[in-house]
């Protein structure tokens, strides 16, 4: 059992405890604030949500709501969602399509661009109403990969910067042609970086997810680390884990694979080693008759799971047919809670490529599409909200592998507060982890 590093940074890894109070502590929340979502790029939503002027969305970001509208000329800003006139919040619908945004309070209104272009009796203010100064205030925006990227600070380094390496890895899965089938919220009793811990190791998977155990053997990876604490990570797919006795007949997953490829699992009896480069090599063949732009990924990319963690608190986990966007969002105040984002995108058949398709193996898509090809009545799913006590209660699912970490992660923040634990005690497999840590760490402490 190996775990292989891949540093891409000039800095060597290093191992430091990470103390519990950076899960408990509101002085440290305070810190983060500041240091972190204050001066960092987020992942603040989808541009297919803001694609046409007026188009907007609200990133509620704990103590901050950043308004990401289309403006009058197609392009995609980013404001304080405030009022000027008493602090009001402007905006409330999470999503939309307004030609103005008016505040409830007293009708202040501001145009698409953020400009106050409407001031009941303004003859009133007897000092004058400079709307030029009293615009929505601005947050910086750039788009990557179809994703909206905000940044509070004044003068944040360019987003691709930030970004470095993983911008180009990412870039032939094409995320910005998926399509969102799927878009939960969960209220979690755990602190923000307890997710993000939880989603850059597969230590826990043999023991968690015990369904996944003969599937995936977790010990067996290579951990990418980049600079300003992104990290990444491939899971070798249409597989069986070598660590167990290797099983006659594929699996029930595999067989669906090999089915939904045109392909028959009888044939690989006594080959089940041979199935994950069968899947690679029948995708080159058949991806493009499908509808599939396969051409730019590695043939490993073809049957693989990546997961990529981007500072601070995106997750994506993928394959190329479908995402996950995973994001934990903390709480304005408390350490001991965060919202959970999971929204689900998938890759439909390009019908300029294809005539006919067919479904090819990915979560989320049969429940929108079989046909393969985007149906004309898809409407973005609106986002679903609850909490955790609705998922052990069994009423609402972010699927098993996912309701098992959020059932646990409530145990994890009640666990820490315990005066017997002071700090984690990592393993190689939870190199990720230490590496978002000592990123994190060090915005906190810049001189240090
Ligand atoms: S607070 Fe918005 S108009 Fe008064
Ligand atoms: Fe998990």
Known sequence: MTIEWVNHTDQPVFIENIDKQRYLDPAYLDLEWQSVWRNTWLLAGLESDVASPGDYFVFDLGREQILVSCGSGGDVQGFYNVCQHRGNRLVSQERGRAANFRCAYHAWTYNIDGALNVVPYEERFAKGVPCEELGLQKVHTALWSGFVFINMAPNPEPLAQFLGPVADILAPYR?????????????????????????????????LHPQHKRMVDCCNDTVHLFDNGHTGLAVPGATVNPRFAVPQAPTDIQSAQLVSLGLDPEDFTGKVMDVREAVQRRKREIGRERGFHYEQLEDNQL??????????????????????????????????????????????????????????????????????????????????????????????????????????????????????????????????????????????????
């Not at 998926?178 to 043999?206: G, I, P, R």
């Not at 590496?435 to 760490?441: K, S």
Request: with cysteine; net charge negative.
């Open 303 to 448: 049957s693989d799971v990546w997961q990529y963690n981007l500072f601070p608190n995106t997750i994506f986990s993928f394959t190329p047919e479908h995402l996950w966007i995973l994001r934990p969002r903390p709480h304005p105040q408390d350490p001991a809670q965060c919202v959970f984002d999971k929204i689900s995108l998938v890759m439909f058949a390009d019908p300029e490529l294809a005539q006919s398709s067919a479904e090819i193996l990915g979560p989320g898509r049969a429940s929108v599409s079989r046909s393969g090809f985007l149906p004309d009545d898809y409407v973005r799913p609106t986002r679903d909200v609850f909490n955790y006590a609705a998922v052990l209660a069994g009423e609402k699912t972010m699927t098993d592998t996912i309701d098992q970490d959020v059932e646990l992660l409530g145990q994890v923040q009640a666990g820490m507060v315990s005066a017997g634990f002071q700090q984690t005690w990592l393993n190689d497999d939870e190199m990720r982890i230490q590496h978002f840590h000592n990123h994190l760490h060090k915005c906190i402490n810049p001189v240090s």
């Open 175 to 207: 995320f910005d042609k998926m399509v969102v089938v799927e878009d939960q919220t969960v209220e979690l009793a755990c602190n923000w970086k307890a997710v993000v811990d939880n989603f850059s190791e597969l230590y826990h998977v043999d023991f």
